[in-house]
């Protein structure tokens, strides 16, 4: 083991763009690939400033996965929900509100809700599976690929399948001429991955430097044709899970992160130097700042109930008193789930749903006679909420 951490190698390579490419991408023949190290054996060495915000971010996550413990379907549920939306918007994939509520279940929405969707259901399938296993095995993060990936218009062939092409972040459509960063060739993939895995398992290292460092060399390697910063960023949160920090939650780290991507892809750039100790520092202190910022969540989510008790002012017994605490579990629903957690008909349910609109509790998010469906707004937008809150408090400068 070593107390250094190796800056990333290169090798240059032949390139030919491929269709019809303007003259810079035809005139484009060599590419310098980055060449990530073996990292399985290294030994990380913290600063103090580090070890410091590494304490404080393993407190701030685990009493936040005990704060949510009172109501844990809905709280897990949330929190899962805001890491998956966030690390959306990263990778530029939004929707609105009433689109993303209709793709929850299951109604006609745009490619993105349905991306932000799958993004939650890849998650919390990585988390389960290291919770499950008390490992990180490849063969988890290809299934969490293949469902985020299945379905996309372009990508869905390569869902749930290491790359076998070379891969690029920015430049060009047809090449990677003046590309950010150049992952290594395919061939390399399957072996810095095993190496990866192996360091993922480690229990040597204090848990929230072993998920920055993990992110960060996923990022490096780029093992899918797409998909990458979604997976690589839930690994973040399947590590806590494995290494037992969080049992019920997600900490919404990429809550963080979205409020300052640049400061994010900086410090990841920078860790291709061998810079390692910013990006674990930066980790951690989002990791801290979510924490703090989802408490004050989960407080806004617990009064939810008996405001909207207030607003509705149920008959006692009905089927609108037993719906509302139901909510915060299921923010957006369809009839007949609405009538299960009631215990009435679903023919009977229209009337409580219709008065829980009209009392501004619930809207219909789907509006056909056919495929309706309601949301709990309130709930929905306290994701808004917990990234403006995150947002104010970004930091601005990195190490």
Same mark, same amino acid.
């Given at each position: 083991?070593?107390?250094?951490?190796?800056?990333?190698?290169?090798?240059?390579?032949?390139?030919?763009?491929?269709?019809?490419?303007?003259? *810079?991408?035809?005139?484009?023949?060599?590419?310098?690939?980055?060449?990530?190290p073996?990292?399985?054996?290294?030994?990380?060495?913290?600063?103090?400033?580090?070890?410091?915000?590494?304490? *404080?971010?393993?407190?701030?996550?685990?009493?936040?996965?005990?704060?949510?413990?009172?109501?844990?379907?809905?709280?897990?549920?949330?929190?899962?929900?805001?890491?998956?939306v966030?690390?959306?918007?990263i990778?530029?994939?939004?929707?609105?509100?009433?689109?993303?509520?209709?793709?929850?279940?299951?109604?006609?929405?745009?490619?993105?809700a349905?991306?932000?969707?799958?993004?939650?259901?890849?998650?919390q399938?990585?988390?389960?599976?290291?919770?499950?296993?008390?490992?990180?095995?490849?063969?988890?993060?290809?299934?969490?690929?293949h469902?985020?990936?299945?379905?996309?218009?372009?990508? #869905?062939?390569?869902?749930?399948?290491?790359?076998?092409v070379?891969?690029?972040? #920015?430049?060009?459509?047809?090449?990677?001429? #003046?590309?950010?960063?150049?992952?290594?060739?395919?061939?390399?993939?399957?072996?810095?991955?095993?190496?990866?895995?192996?360091?993922?398992?480690?229990?040597?290292i204090?848990?929230?430097?072993?998920?920055a460092?993990?992110?960060?060399?996923?990022?490096?390697?780029?093992?899918?044709?797409?998909?990458? #910063?979604?997976?690589?960023?839930?690994?973040?949160?399947?590590?806590?899970?494995?290494?037992?920090?969080?049992?019920?939650?997600?900490?919404?780290?990429?809550?963080?992160?979205?409020?300052n991507?640049?400061?994010?892809?900086?410090?990841?750039?920078?860790?291709?130097?061998?810079?390692?100790?910013?990006f674990?520092?930066?980790?951690?202190?989002?990791?801290?700042?979510?924490?703090?910022?989802?408490?004050?969540?989960?407080?806004?989510?617990?009064?939810?109930?008996?405001?909207?008790v207030?607003?509705?002012?149920?008959?006692?017994?009905?089927?609108? &008193?037993?719906?509302?605490?139901?909510?915060? &579990?299921?923010?957006?629903?369809?009839?007949?789930?609405?009538?299960?957690?009631?215990?009435?008909?679903?023919?009977?349910?229209?009337?409580?749903?219709?008065?829980?609109?009209?009392?501004?509790?619930?809207?219909?998010?789907?509006?056909?006679?056919?495929?309706?469906?309601?949301a709990?707004? &309130?709930?929905?937008?306290?994701?808004?909420?917990?990234?403006?809150?995150?947002?104010?408090?970004?930091?601005?400068?990195?190490?």
């Amino acid at each position: 083991m070593t107390d250094s951490w190796p800056a990333h190698g290169s090798k240059t390579m032949l390139w030919k763009s491929s269709g019809r490419p303007p003259r *810079e991408d035809r005139e484009f023949t060599e590419v310098v690939a980055s060449l990530p190290p073996r990292i399985s054996d290294l030994w990380y060495s913290p600063s103090r400033e580090t070890i410091v915000a590494l304490e *404080e971010a393993a407190v701030a996550v685990a009493s936040l996965d005990v704060t949510a413990s009172t109501r844990m379907a809905a709280i897990s549920g949330f929190l899962l929900r805001s890491e998956a939306v966030s690390s959306s918007k990263i990778e530029h994939v939004n929707a609105n509100r009433e689109d993303y509520a209709r793709a929850m279940v299951g109604l006609k929405a745009s490619d993105n809700a349905r991306s932000m969707v799958a993004a939650a259901d890849a998650v919390q399938a990585m988390i389960n599976a290291a919770g499950h296993t008390g490992e990180i095995l490849l063969k988890d993060l290809l299934a969490a690929h293949h469902t985020l990936m299945k379905d996309d218009p372009v990508d #869905g062939p390569n869902a749930g399948k290491v790359r076998d092409v070379q891969n690029w972040i #920015g430049g060009s459509d047809y090449s990677p001429r #003046g590309a950010l960063h150049v992952p290594p060739p395919p061939e390399l993939v399957p072996d810095l991955m095993a190496d990866l895995m192996v360091f993922c398992n480690r229990k040597d290292i204090p848990i929230m430097a072993q998920a920055a460092i993990a992110h960060a060399q996923f990022e490096s390697i780029h093992p899918f044709t797409d998909g990458n #910063g979604r997976i690589g960023r839930a690994l973040i949160g399947a590590i806590s899970r494995r290494r037992g920090l969080t049992k019920n939650t997600v900490t919404p780290i990429a809550s963080a992160m979205v409020a300052n991507v640049d400061m994010y892809f900086s410090l990841i750039n920078n860790y291709r130097t061998g810079d390692v100790d910013p990006f674990v520092l930066y980790l951690a202190q989002s990791a801290l700042h979510a924490s703090d910022a989802a408490r004050e969540s989960v407080s806004a989510l617990d009064a939810l109930p008996a405001q909207w008790v207030e607003m509705a002012k149920p008959r006692k017994g009905s089927a609108d &008193e037993k719906i509302i605490p139901w909510l915060l &579990e299921r923010p957006v629903f369809v009839a007949h789930s609405a009538a299960y957690a009631a215990g009435v008909a679903e023919k009977s349910v229209y009337g409580a749903l219709e008065r829980l609109t009209e009392a501004g509790v619930i809207s219909l998010v789907g509006t056909s006679q056919r495929h309706r469906a309601w949301a709990a707004t &309130e709930v929905l937008d306290e994701v808004d909420r917990l990234n403006k809150r995150l947002a104010e408090n970004a930091p601005t400068a990195a190490k």
